[in-house]
């Protein structure tokens, strides 16, 4: 380990090897803050501490934190690359770039090994076999083009669980918006046909299934099949729509990636723009906070990163600017693709102007993200007046129970910070100590268990929200002061409006106070309150509903003795319902993986209908 100190840069340098390998820069309490690696660790290390290969204030101020560091020499800088990679996923170093996960963007899944494949939006791409197209920017966009392959393409739209127990087609097919292989006969080759030509759309290949569909079409008028020329009329009139709305970049009409960078040390943007044939598909934006990485080490860091799990690697990656380890790069991506995939930094010409669009794109994102931090806090300071509350509302806790008749009682926390939400400070609770529709009690006992537990989740909001009016903000106000938090946050009840009394919007009481607060013409603080009680809302409701099909739907199965999770999962897989279920024998049932004739004894017994008792005289 190299101790770092202000003075005689050049004797603490001196040990270091000019071999290929990983530098690891440590504070002062050992705390690893930046791992990287480098063909040269002595150069590259002197670039650090000389000055000369970091000017910016920010980064300055960063390596100043830096205590001491440590070195590894590996055999070449293939390795290093691959240590460098290992140990940034182990230790999350604060300084490396470091991307969030893309599980809250949606992908198009396709199984080609179903016999009647079908799309499915996921959140989480696996090494399964599948083809997935994505990860896509905007949910609305995807659901609309899956909205328009199943209208256009005709694809199975069921789950894999209906599909198999499904006994007559649903409205889809009846509509003309699928083929309903789950109950018709479909020939394979006709399904397979349109599985291919969903690919291609997928693919970015529109014009070419274009013309692939217009050939057909003129093939069936000649051999006078007019009512099947007019369905393939239909379609290619549906994708040269489509056609309109995508914008055409480059005359090629091959599959790159183009990536650009800007911002600064303390924060910066990576845009990626797909292009598909030739046309832009998407554009996604990437924000990195404070770094000290260089351009190149992040342009680097983010190829490596964004491709590991990636579906789909184009043939080629135009960048901004060009890595030190480019040539590297190439051969990792034509490892992870299987051919050849060039990194190109282009000087001039079509692809530099590509270059140029990203960096704008990503100049852009990062001007509207400080434009948006802005009006935020702007927003949260016009709150905190309107409401006249005792703190600046940065962190917003609230509230929401939802039952149906005091049954599968449930309650929801969602928390707000910087008026956005903060998804894993979500909460959701069973409630445990009132029976029957008692939203009060059921809210007081809530309350208590966040607030009043030694172990309470910290820091305490500034701002609670309780939905339900005046009733529920006086169960708030009595249980906080029970716990003696009265002055430690500001708490607020929000209330929907009565339409029978004429009300036109929601109300929204403070302590003490018997009228709600008028918003007057910032009726946007009002929306925004209105957002989180929504938010709130949606969370309990959706938690109720799932507690309540299990609950429902737990099956019968979860009470017989001898059957677990593993042997109910495999009888519902098989017979698809608790009917089937019933139907079967006892060689049916012990048949199955993992059951016997005891377990399928006790199946027959616990499922069987009960008897009618003769009628007494």
């Known amino acids: 380990m190299q101790v770092v100190r202000t003075e005689d840069s050049a004797e603490r340098l001196a040990g270091v090897s000019s071999e ?80 969030k996960d893309d599980k809250r963007y949606l992908s198009l899944r396709l199984d080609l090994q179903e016999s009647y494949p079908n799309l499915i939006l996921v959140r989480k791409i696996e090494k399964d076999g599948a083809l997935y197209f994505g990860p896509f920017a905007s949910a609305q966009a995807v659901r609309q083009t899956l909205k328009f392959i199943h209208r256009t393409f005709k694809l199975r739209q069921c789950a894999n669980k209906n599909y198999k127990s499904r006994i007559r087609p649903c409205i889809n097919f009846q509509m003309g918006w699928c083929l309903a292989p789950c109950c018709r006969k479909v020939d394979r080759r006709q399904y397979d046909h349109i599985v291919k030509e969903t690919i291609l759309f997928l693919k970015g290949r529109t014009p070419e299934l274009v013309r692939k569909i217009k050939k057909e079409m003129m093939s069936a008028a000649d051999a006078q099949d007019y009512e099947w020329a007019g369905v393939l009329r239909d379609k290619m009139f549906a994708l040269e729509k489509t056609l309109q709305h995508q914008v055409a970049v480059t005359t090629d009409f091959m599959d790159r990636d183009v990536i650009g960078m800007a911002g600064t040390a303390d924060f910066s943007v990576i845009t990626l723009m797909s292009v598909r044939g030739g046309s832009l598909l998407g554009t996604r934006h990437f924000h990195i906070q404070e770094t000290m990485a260089t351009v190149q080490e992040a342009i680097g860091a983010f190829i490596r990163q964004y491709y590991e799990n990636i579906a789909f690697i184009p043939k080629e990656v135009i960048v901004s600017c060009c890595p030190e380890d480019a040539r590297l790069l190439e051969v990792w991506l034509g490892n992870l693709k299987g051919e050849k995939v060039t990194v190109v930094c282009p000087l001039r010409g079509e692809k530099r102007k590509l270059a140029d669009l990203a960096v704008q794109n990503a100049a852009n994102e990062r001007k509207d993200f400080f434009a948006s931090k802005k009006a935020e806090a702007k927003l949260l300071s016009r709150l905190q007046s309107r409401l006249q509350l005792s703190r600046m509302p940065l962190h917003i806790e609230c509230f929401d129970n939802s039952n149906i008749s005091g049954t599968s009682q449930v309650s929801s926390m969602v928390v707000f910070k910087n008026a956005r939400p903060h998804r894993s400070g979500y909460r959701r609770y069973i409630v445990r100590t009132v029976s029957g529709p008692d939203d009060y009690a059921a809210m007081a006992e809530i309350l208590k268990r966040r607030y009043g537990r030694k172990d309470a989740l910290k820091p305490y909001p500034d701002l609670l929200i309780v939905d339900g009016g005046k009733g529920q903000l006086n169960i708030a106000l009595s249980i906080l002061e029970q716990l003696h938090m009265l002055n430690k946050l500001d708490v607020i009840g929000i209330a929907k409006k009565d339409g029978f009394k004429g009300e036109s919007e929601d109300k929204v009481y403070k302590p003490g106070r018997s009228n709600p607060v008028s918003f007057g013409r910032e009726t946007d603080l009002l929306l925004f309150l209105q957002r989180i009680r929504d938010e709130a809302h949606r969370v309990a409701v959706a938690f109720h509903r799932r507690r309540r099909a299990k609950k429902t739907m737990g099956s019968v199965l979860d009470t017989l003795p001898g059957i677990g999770e593993k042997r109910k999962n495999v009888l519902l897989k098989h017979f698809g319902n608790i009917r089937n279920i019933r139907a079967a024998t006892i060689e049916e049932l012990g048949k199955l993986p993992g059951m016997n004739r005891k377990a399928a004894e006790a199946v027959r017994q616990g499922l069987a209908e009960p008897k009618e008792s003769p009628p007494s005289d």
């Open 20 to 99: 290929p390998g990983v530098y690891i820069m440590k504070d002062d309490r050992g705390n690893i803050l930046y791992v990287g690696k480098a063909k040269n660790l002595k150069k590259r290390l002197a670039s650090y501490f000389s000055g000369s290969g970091h000017s910016d204030p920010k980064t300055g101020a960063l390596l100043r934190k830096i205590h001491s560091f440590d070195t590894v020499i590996t055999a070449s800088e293939k390795e290093a690359l691959i240590l460098e990679s290992n140990l940034i996923k182990r230790h999350r170093p604060r300084y490396n770039v470091d991307l």
